[in-house]
């Protein structure tokens, strides 16, 4: 993170910025007021004329997050979806440690706000009910939100990590009683080249595909 230059006035943006920037390094548990203030050359009594409090930091940050999910301009429902899942994804790769918070904050920012109208404006223009875009955006969110805690929490780091996993697996499964896991393993998992990442583009489209379904029939 460049240094503040300390002549000019603090503000609220880089009071979040620095909180997201030792969230990305160290974790959420590693966000205080006092770490933040440190981070800024400042007093920590001074992010207060920023931020109410912990929580109003917190609900900052996770609008910071959410201001990277671009959601593309386009005709096609789908192709909004599509685009504003995968710039979601790679923001929560970028900040892992916001996975946990995307919907849990009750004071939600400008561009949260302006990001949700965005998507709900796409399905509602598409023919999706009043009800039916609230299902289809619970049902995406759980999607994307559930794949990213998942890869988040994935105990390889690469494919040859998970090929070494799944060879040692294979090994002490005894056939008779786990011949699918045997299968997957052998003929998905091992075969050179295999990313866990590349199982969100197709989840995806079998949502996006189950929520056409819905749309037309509606």
């Known amino acids: 993170m460049a240094p503040i230059d300390r002549r000019s006035p603090l503000t609220r943006d880089q009071v979040v910025v620095a909180a997201v920037s030792l969230a990305d390094e160290d974790g959420i548990s590693a966000v205080s007021m006092r770490k933040v203030a440190?981070?800024?050359g400042v007093e920590a009594m001074s992010l207060y004329h920023h931020?109410?409090?912990k929580d109003d930091l917190l609900d900052g940050m996770v609008d910071a997050v959410t201001a990277e999910f671009t959601v593309p301009t386009d005709p096609d429902w789908r192709a909004v979806v599509r685009g504003r899942c995968h710039a979601a994804r790679a923001a929560l790769r970028r900040h892992p440690w916001a996975v946990g918070l995307m919907d849990s904050r009750s004071s939600?920012?400008?561009?949260?706000?302006?990001?949700?109208?965005?998507?709900?404006?796409s399905l509602r223009s598409a023919g999706f009910s009043v009800a039916g875009a609230a299902h289809a955006f619970a049902l995406i969110?759980?999607?994307?939100?559930?794949?990213?805690l998942q890869e988040r929490n994935l105990p390889f780091a690469t494919g040859d990590d998970v090929a070494r996993m799944a060879a040692d697996l294979v090994d002490h499964l005894p056939p008779d009683e786990f011949p699918c896991m045997i299968e997957m393993a052998t003929e998905h998992v091992m075969v050179p080249g295999y990313d866990f990442g590349?199982?969100?583009?197709?989840?995806?489209?079998?949502?996006?595909d189950a929520l056409e379904r819905a749309r037309a029939s509606a």
């Open 38 to 40: 440190a981070r800024l």
């Open 51 to 53: 931020v109410a409090n």
């Open 108 to 121: 939600p920012g400008l561009a949260t706000l302006r990001h949700h109208e965005a998507v709900l404006a």
């Open 141 to 148: 969110d759980s999607f994307l939100y559930g794949f990213a």
């Open 198 to 208: 590349d199982e969100f583009e197709p989840g995806l489209e079998l949502v996006l």
